[in-house]
Nanobody, 125 residues
Framework: QVQLVESGGGLVQAGGSLRLSCVASGRTVSTYTMAWFRQAPGKEREFVAA?????????YYADSVKGRFTISRDNAKNIVYLQMNSLKPEDTAVYYCAADSGLLVRTTPVPYDYWGQGTQVTVSS
């Protein structure tokens, strides 16, 4: 099992940057596909980015964040990051870190086994 705790959210103006962190405990993040999802009020939870489990640093992004967000992993510290640049008001949501023990990289929430509690990101115009 793995426990996930997100941090780094906050209020930022459009065009600004934030870096989210997801600290894992229990098992190392290198043994999971790690992902970030987000959920805005009244909307479904949506995929943001993922990084494949150890053996390949392949990363995957939603089209809406490609070129602006970067997911990375520090195996030594057991942390997954989401660097968010050029933020837009439509990026406003609660951001969740998730871990999937499967071999494939999934872009839907259902296969992910473990979730953090979420961190709020608010982008003002």
């Amino acid at each position: 099992q793995v426990q996930l705790v997100e941090s780094g959210g906050g209020l930022v103006q459009a065009g600004g940057s934030l870096r989210l962190s997801c600290v894992a405990s229990g098992r190392t993040v290198s043994t999971y596909t790690m992902a970030w999802f987000r959920q805005a009020p009244g909307k479904e939870r949506e995929f943001v980015a993922a990084i494949r489990r150890s053996g390949g640093e392949n990363t995957y992004y939603a089209d809406s964040v490609k070129g602006r967000f970067t997911i990375s992993r520090d195996n030594a510290k057991n942390i997954v990051y989401l660097q968010m640049n050029s933020l837009k008001p439509e990026d406003t949501a609660v951001y969740y870190c998730a871990a999937d023990s499967g071999l494939l990289v999934r872009t839907t929430p259902v296969p992910y086994d473990y979730w953090g509690q979420g961190t709020q990101v608010t982008v003002s115009s």
